[in-house]
């Protein structure tokens, strides 16, 4: 090959660099490793973009229900606070602590309310060892009572949350 038509190369594969936009030439993120029962590992940190990375990793139908929650919650709770901890996203308000986490399992996503013993009518989900937390499993296909996980929300937002 001449220098002629390797300088045109290197002119052409310039002249296309240039024109692509920036978030092409940024290289992609890793993808995101599933821990147990597909549960998203995403790094410790405050604020919406590690929860809405933790809810773009969760798998199949469960991200459906990720996106649920997350529009339920901040329709219901406007001022809330959200962060990633424990490769689970929680949400709470500022300076009253974590007053609900969710977790992804193999058959099902699970809401934790971690004041579940004082919301009306009682979530379902609690064992002895539980303590205060109840909780509330989520499985491919049943039905979403939004009223009933609204109402939980509401309440739960305004009682003194997990504090870490």
Do not use: M, Y
């Given at each position: 090959m001449t220098?002629?038509?390797?300088?045109t190369k290197a002119q052409?594969?310039?002249?296309?660099?240039?024109?692509s936009p920036p978030a092409a030439k940024a290289a992609k993120a890793p993808p995101v490793k599933l821990l147990s029962g597909g549960n998203p590992q995403i790094a410790k940190a405050d604020g919406d973009a590690p929860v809405q990375a933790y809810i773009a990793a969760m798998p199949g139908w469960k991200r459906d229900i990720g996106h649920w929650l997350d529009s339920m919650i901040v329709r219901n709770v406007?001022?809330?606070?959200?962060?990633?901890?424990?490769?689970?996203?929680l949400y709470g308000i500022?300076?009253?602590g974590w007053f609900l986490g969710v977790h992804v399992f193999t058959h099902y996503?699970?809401?934790?309310f971690f004041c579940g013993r004082s919301l009306r009518p009682l979530p379902p989900g609690?064992?002895?060892?539980s303590r205060d937390a109840r909780?509330?499993?989520?499985?491919?296909?049943?039905?979403?009572?939004e009223a009933q996980m609204a109402m939980?929300?509401?309440q739960a937002a305004t009682l003194p949350g997990f504090l870490s």
């Open positions: 220098d002629d038509k390797k300088q052409r594969t310039s002249r296309i660099s240039e024109a406007p001022s809330v606070r959200k962060a990633v901890k424990w490769n689970s996203p500022e300076g009253q996503v699970r809401v934790t609690g064992t002895e060892r909780w509330v499993d989520i499985r491919e296909g049943a039905p979403l009572d939980w929300v509401k």
